[in-house]
């Protein structure tokens, strides 16, 4: 039985917003901030099971936040394989940068095959402060 995709205003706000913050991560509370601004009352639950749906579909990653007691959400870009590297994620802003380099990728492995583990890479991330913050100060 095929699911229904049901286009509401919320769902259409809440697209809205993740286009426009492709480039940083997000919390919950950011996004119900924009629904209100926009006219739009939901409670938490009905955010945050929106969110759970979009990372299980693959089109968000989440990862524990380093400036909160929560989780950063991230747009999925259609390039970026998240599965297959690492991220990292600035402790000031929350902002999440795919590592994807070769490098990065090379290192990764040897840890892997050197300890005998698997990494769950949609799990890890290396956390500091991104240029952007330092550059600030």
């Known amino acids: 039985m095929l699911q229904k995709l049901y286009h509401t205003k919320t769902t259409d706000l809440i697209s809205q917003f993740i286009g426009l913050n492709q480039e940083k991560g997000f919390t919950a509370s950011d996004l119900s901030e924009f629904l209100k601004s926009n006219g739009v009352e939901v409670n938490k639950t009905t955010v945050y099971r929106n969110l759970e749906k979009m990372t299980e579909k693959g089109q968000l990653i989440k990862h524990k936040s380093m400036i909160s007691d929560g989780f ?39 840890i892997s095959s050197e300890l005998g ?21």
Do not use: A
């Open 72 to 110: 950063i959400y991230q747009s999925v870009e259609e390039e970026h394989h998240c599965e297959e590297h690492i991220h990292f994620q600035c402790c000031k802003c929350g902002s999440v940068i795919h590592l994807d380099d070769e490098k990065t990728s090379e290192y990764l492995k040897s």
């Open 117 to 137: 583990v698997k990494i769950d890479l949609n799990l890890s991330s290396l956390n500091g402060i991104c240029q952007k913050c330092r550059t600030q100060n």
